[in-house]
């Protein structure tokens, strides 16, 4: 009997890629009346960047998530599709 497998990379292509399309749409609908829920979120990582000099090479590292309502439903979208296949 064979079973079917699922990749845990496919998962996270599909988890980030419904983050990245739901806060694009989330962005984009801020400006519409009746949608303005689905702009509504929070940003929360480093607000200024923490930087190491090792005199010979500086390197600057900086993180900052921007979540909002939308975002999150393409995650939720996207687990969901991933389950179906």
Do not use: C, H
């Not at 990379?9 to 399309?21: A, E, K, P, T, Y």
């Not at 009746?34 to 480093?46: A, I, Q, V």
């Not at 939308?70 to 296949?85: D, H, T, V």
């Amino acid at each position: 009997m064979a079973t079917k497998e699922k990749n845990i990379w496919i998962l996270l292509i599909f988890i980030l890629s419904g983050l990245v399309l739901g806060g694009l749409l989330g962005e984009i609908t801020k400006g519409v009346d009746w949608l303005w829920w689905l702009s509504y979120g929070e940003s929360f990582g480093l607000s200024t960047p923490i930087e190491l000099d090792l005199s010979v090479v500086q390197i600057t590292f900086g993180l900052m998530f921007k979540m909002n309502v939308a975002s999150i439903l393409g995650m939720i979208l996207a687990i969901f599709i991933y389950r179906k296949i």
